[in-house]
């Protein structure tokens, strides 16, 4: 059974920083990309962040040199590292594992607000 479980949101000011944690189990998890979503209030889910096995990372352009996406392979573990936040970063940020284009994974989502 494949399970997805996210921590580390909370708030946060305008500048400040977060690490989000994914603890997955239930696959083989070294083989496998591993991606990083959020969805804010009245908008659809947006990808923000993918590593691949080879530790290949991707980001949406609106977090390119604020966050950085990382893995810990022996953990089971993908990690969000997120600085310099922005009010418009405030989201529910969920973890997913896409096993395939018809089966994929989320995590429970943990929400993330930036304000002061």
């Known amino acids: 059974q494949v399970q997805l479980v996210e921590s580390g949101g909370g708030l946060v000011q305008p500048g400040g920083s977060l690490r989000l944690s994914c603890v997955v189990s239930?696959?083989?998890?070294?083989?496998?990309?591993m991606n990083w979503y959020r969805q804010a209030p009245g908008k659809g889910r947006e990808l923000v962040a993918s590593?691949?096995?080879?530790?290949?990372?991707n980001y949406a352009n609106s977090v390119k040199g604020r966050f950085t996406i990382s893995r810990d392979n022996a953990k089971n573990t993908v990690y969000l590292q997120m600085n310099s936040l922005k009010p418009e970063d405030t989201a529910v940020y969920y973890c997913?594992?896409?096993?395939?284009?018809?089966?994929?994974?989320w995590g429970q989502g943990t929400q993330v607000t930036v304000s002061s």
């Open positions: 997913n594992f896409p096993r395939s284009p018809s089966s994929t994974f």
């Open positions: 590593i691949t096995s080879a530790y290949s990372t």
């Open positions: 239930g696959i083989i998890f070294r083989n496998n990309v």
